[in-house]
Each structure stands twice: as structure tokens, then as C-alpha cells.
């Protein structure tokens, strides 16, 4: 039996300032305590993350926000064995606040410190709550990211197929923004389409008839941009919303259809998850959860809580890496920040899908 893990997580990446305790042991996953403050109100004016102001805000809170996870928890700093913080991929001036701040607390206490992969916290965050043991096929669905992953074990991901342009999280938030429908984007567009009529516009599903698993938004969001105009009321735009989501849907589900025939781990169970803020949506869970029977798989959806960014991931991402000691160089006081990076690198790599320039692929 290995020892328990006790760990702080840190996360920072995006607009949410978070800080979590967990006890991994055998295996289980334990959280002390799980502290979430969103930043909304401060970008809500812009309409949409301004980086610069994400920045100053977690500078701002991000101590507060770490002592209220250690007191929720009830233990000192004495108590934990390492502490894990998101060094990317993100907005880099938050990821550089979380990961200093996640640095400055390991040495202080002389433990080790695990920079986590914010991707892999997603991966990895259906563990948090159900028992989810490897392998399993992922929907990565976020803000910054819309991918199929298998997910054979900590640390091993192999790429099936990713978005070559937009994120679906990210057509939420521009299709909001047509609408002005306020910020963040999906939550507020959900609401309205569940009082509007899907058949009341007919929305392109960009690549549904090409073999594969590869996907495509920016065309989607094109169109309602040209079915917005002249649609002022509540109501018409409620027919948007609901014509939208229902072309969301029907991709997700086509693909993830194609997705578990090409995902085969020899296991009795298939088990696919969906992760990400977009897993919060629940016309998109059920769509998941009826292509996942139809394939004879079982889906796994994290609770609304651990869909969208939280550090009780970023903790369990990081309890796992100590267990399996894949700290890094320097008890991971080396590490750097990364505004990119890909879990399947190797594919990135050799075969980049989307985002390019000096960062390099974003997958
Ligand atoms: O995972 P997340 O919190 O942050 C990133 O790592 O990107 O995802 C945020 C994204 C945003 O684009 C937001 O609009 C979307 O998730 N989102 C939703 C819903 N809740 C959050 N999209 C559709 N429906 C929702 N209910
Ligand atoms: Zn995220």
C-alpha cells in the first residue's frame, strides 16, 4: 500500500483563480477542500477575457485564495507532501502568478513541486468523481481546445482528432457576442436555447460528411452571423441559439459516433468521457450519452463543478504524477511556463492540426 498523498493545487490559466487540498490513497482521490473564484464581473464590461486584466486579478487574490483552501482543508503547510500548479497552456502573465506562487510555497515547506499540463487536469478530472480507471477515449471540450484523445495512462495521450480552427467553447462565446448575450458565452446561449425552436434555422454541420474525426467551427459561427442580422428580439434569438446548439450537437455526436469505433481498448467496458467548460452543457451531455449507448459505451461526465476550470484537477493531476514520480527536473522548480502545449506532442509535432507561429501547435 502506498502512503497517502496529500497536495495544493493551483490554477490560474484562464479567468478563474482556484486552489484545492486533495489526499490521493489507493488510488482514491479525497478533497479537503476545493476554493473557485471566478473573475467574470472584471472582463464581463469587455465581453471577453482581457489577458492583462486576468493577470492583475489573480496577483490580487491568488494568496487569499490558496489560505482559504488551506483552512477549508484544516491542515498546515507542514502536512502537505508537494504542491502542483498549472504551468500551462494558458494566458501566460495568470499561469506565471499560479506557478510562482505554487514554486515559492513548495520551497518554503521543502517539498516537491508538480507543473501541470492544465489539459491533463482536464483529462484526468473525471477521476476526481467517478472511478474512471485507464483506458478511456476523451472529448476535449473548452474555450481553447475541441479534441478526441485516448487516454492509455498518466502522462500517455495519443491524438484521434482535433477542431482545425476553432474551439467549440470559443463558438459559443463569438455566437454570444454576435448576440450580445454578455459573457461567458456557452452558459448564456444554453439558457436561451432551450426556449427557442432548433428547426427554425438550417445551420451547416462543417465536416460532418468527411470520413474522420476531424472538426471545424469557424464556419458554423459564420453562418448565424449572417442569420443574427435583423434578429432583435428575445425570441428570435432564442431560435439562433437553439438552431446552433442543435448543429453542435448533432457534430459532437457523429464524431464521437466515429470517435468509439476507433477507439478500442480490448476492455470489457468502453468508457468515454467528456470534459471541459463545454461539458457543462447539457443538450451536449445528452447527445453524448446517446451516441455513447448506441456504441455500447458508458459515459462519464465530470459534475457542472469540475467541468469548468477548478484546481482540484490541477491537485489530482498533480497527486498522480508525485505517485508515479514524474515530478521533473529540480523537485520541478525548473519548470517553465508554457502558453502551448499539446498532450499528444509527438502528433503536434509531426502533424500540427491548428495554431502555429512563434508559440507553436496548440494540438
Ligand atoms: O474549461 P473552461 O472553463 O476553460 C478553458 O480551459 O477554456 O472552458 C470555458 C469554455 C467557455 O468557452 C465557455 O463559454 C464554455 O466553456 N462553457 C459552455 C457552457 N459553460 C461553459 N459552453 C456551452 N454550454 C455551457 N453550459
Ligand atoms: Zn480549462
Redesign the pocket.
Known amino acids: 500500500m502506498t502512503k497517502p498523498l496529500t497536495i495544493l493545487g493551483i490554477e490560474t490559466s484562464?479567468d478563474?483563480t482556484a486552489a484545492a487540498v486533495l489526499r490521493l490513497e489507493g488510488g482514491r482521490a479525497t478533497l479537503l477542500s476545493d476554493v473557485i473564484r471566478t473573475q467574470v464581473e472584471e472582463h464581463a464590461p469587455y465581453r471577453g477575457v482581457v489577458p492583462e486584466i486576468a493577470a492583475r486579478a489573480h496577483a490580487e487574490i491568488a494568496d487569499h485564495t490558496v489560505s482559504k483552501a488551506m483552512a477549508d482543508a484544516g491542515i498546515s503547510y507542514a502536512e502537505l507532501d508537494g504542491v502542483a500548479a498549472t504551468a500551462g497552456p494558458g494566458l501566460i502573465g495568470g499561469v506565471l502568478v499560479g506557478l510562482m506562487t505554487g514554486k515559492a510555497i513548495a520551497q518554503a515547506a521543502g517539498i516537491p513541486f508538480i507543473p501541470v499540463n492544465?489539459l491533463e487536469g482536464?483529462a484526468l478530472s473525471p477521476r476526481l468523481d467517478s472511478d474512471c480507471p485507464f483506458p478511456y477515449l476523451l472529448l476535449l471540450v473548452?474555450?481553447?481546445h475541441c479534441q478526441f484523445l485516448e487516454v492509455r495512462g498518466l502522462g500517455d495521450y495519443r491524438r484521434l482528432g482535433s477542431t482545425i480552427d476553432d474551439a467549440v467553447?470559443?463558438a459559443?462565446?463569438k455566437v454570444a457576442k454576435l448576440m450580445g448575450l454578455g459573457f461567458?458565452?456557452?452558459?448564456a446561449?444554453?439558457r436561451l436555447a432551450a426556449q427557442g425552436n432548433a428547426k427554425a434555422h438550417e445551420l451547416p454541420r462543417p465536416l460532418l460528411n468527411r470520413p474522420g474525426l476531424e472538426m471545424s467551427f469557424s464556419g458554423l459561427k459564420s453562418a448565424v452571423a449572417r442569420v443574427v442580422d435583423g434578429a432583435a428580439d428575445e425570441a428570435a434569438k432564442a431560435d439562433i441559439c437553439a438552431s446552433f446548439q442543435a448543429a453542435i450537437c448533432d457534430v459532437l455526436a457523429e464524431k464521437s459516433r466515429r470517435a468509439l469505433v476507433a477507439f478500442d481498448p480490448g476492455a470489457e467496458v468502453r468508457r468515454f468521457v467528456v470534459a471541459?467548460?463545454?461539458a457543462?452543457?447539457k443538450a451536449i451531455r445528452t447527445a453524448l450519452e446517446v451516441a455513447a449507448a448506441e456504441s455500447g459505451a458508458r459515459l462519464i461526465a465530470p459534475p457542472l463543478r469540475h467541468c469548468?476550470?477548478n484546481a482540484a484537477m490541477i491537485a489530482l493531476a498533480g497527486a498522480e504524477r508525485l505517485a508515479a514520480g514524474l515530478v521533473g527536473e529540480g523537485d520541478g522548480l525548473d519548470a517553465g511556463s508554457r502558453p502551448r502545449w499539446p498532450l499528444d506532442e509527438a502528433s503536434a509535432l509531426s502533424a500540427p492540426v491548428y495554431g502555429g507561429g512563434h508559440k507553436g501547435a496548440k494540438a
Not at 184 to 187: A, K
Open positions: 484562464c478563474e492544465h482536464h473548452s474555450g481553447g467553447g470559443e459559443f462565446d461567458p458565452g456557452g452558459p446561449v444554453e471541459g467548460g463545454v457543462a452543457n469548468t476550470d
